[in-house]
């Protein structure tokens, strides 16, 4: 997929993986403009817009005289971080199966956060996915996304990946933060299904509001999470 990006978005991806990677570290300087430029082949201000995308999604900062400083990593929002009572767990063994695949439908009528008129006119996109840690389901999450710019979204296959990463690769859209409802429920039929639980069995739910660098554009998840075996933490 990288190899149908802009120059520039290939450079980007390179460095923001070098920088979540540690490979510079918070307050470490990124190699020069000159430098990139050589080693990439590619001209200065193919650089520059590379930097810059770094600078507005908050990897760097650029200080005169000194270059493009690394900044502490932004908040990670993606999937919750899962820890069992014992140890922590990473999402390595994460995978996700779809439930619903994407298409286009009208919003509901009484949704959990306010949409823009205009907005709600154009419909939004919509799925479900189940989540598994090591063949045990623990999130049944349910999506929202506005119908805006997002060509071919309905046919790409969700299927094991990162829907942050799935966004940031094909439609450059950056998350920058959320707003986050929690609280327990019972669970009915059709999410004790999913989650292999009794009916009636506790289960936490988050309704989030996931911010982007796109001014305006915000997408909606309802998730329902199986803590019966896993506590989850994270940073929002």
Known sequence: MEQNLPQYRRLYEILRRNIISGMYPEGSL??????LCRIHNITRPTVRQALTALVSDGYIKKQKGKGSIVNALPKNIGILSIQSTTSAVGDQNLKTKIIVKPEIRPWPED?????????????CIYFERLRFLNNDPIFY?????????????TTLKLEDRSLFDVLRSNYQVEIKGGEQNLKAIIADNNISNFLKIKPGSPVLNLE???????????????IYCNTSKYALTGIF
């Open 30 to 35: 990124l190699p020069s403009e000159n430098d």
């Open 111 to 123: 949704f959990i956060f306010p949409v823009d008129d205009d907005i709600k006119a154009l419909g």
């Open 208 to 222: 989030r509001k996931i911010e982007t660098n796109r001014v305006g554009y915000h997408f909606y998840s309802i």
């Open 141 to 153: 999450d349910i999506s929202y996304m506005p119908n805006i710019n997002m060509p071919r979204f």
